[in-house]
């Protein structure tokens, strides 16, 4: 655990060094769940609820950070075939994405969600793949709140999928995501 804070402490220190963060908010108490479950299949879900992100107000850009032992299924042995077959987590210890928000203006942001477009890089399981998709974004008392889906392809990663389950799984994985950025 100790080296898992200590690694994102570094990568932290460096993304706002390279990137000058002047306005950043940020959170470490991020979700990320994703569902690859199909009809009459046991359901293969998880939750990841300690994913730390930042934003720099001023220009939009944004990164995301998870620990990939941080998922948690609601049974130990999908939670330890995640890790140890497709995974490989003591490999891959992390998701990262690195990105920005298209058109963020933090001073038009209201407690009505407002849709932006974000690209940038996702990079899991050692592959990385550029991705556009839409975050609703809002101002709540609790701070600024970005929330959003999209489907990634375990192919698309180098994730595979053994023939003898694949029907088990779905061919795209949906992701969501919502932080609470202070």
Do not use: C, W
Request: avoid cysteine.
């Amino acid at each position: 655990m100790k080296k898992s804070v200590f690694i994102f402490s570094a990568l932290f220190t460096l993304f706002v060094s390279i990137n000058g963060f002047a306005q950043k908010i940020v959170t470490k108490t991020g979700t990320i769940k994703f569902q690859a479950s199909v009809p009459s299949y046991e359901e293969v879900a998880a939750e990841n609820k300690s994913v730390s992100a930042i934003l720099e107000q001023s220009t939009g850009d944004f990164a995301a950070l998870a620990l990939i032992k941080g998922f948690r299924f609601k049974t130990a042995l999908m939670e330890e075939h995640f890790n140890e077959n497709y995974m490989e987590s003591e490999k891959y210890s992390k998701a990262t994405f690195k990105g920005k928000i298209e058109g963020f203006d933090i001073s038009k942001l209201t407690n009505t969600a407002k849709n932006f477009v974000v690209k940038g890089d996702l990079t899991i399981h050692g592959k990385t793949k550029n991705i556009i998709t839409t975050v609703k974004a809002l101002k709540t008392a609790n701070g600024i709140v970005l929330e959003g889906t999209f489907d990634v392809k375990p192919e698309d990663f180098a994730i595979e999928i053994p023939k003898i389950v694949s029907n088990k799984i779905a061919d795209k994985i949906k992701i969501s995501y919502n932080f609470t950025l202070k």
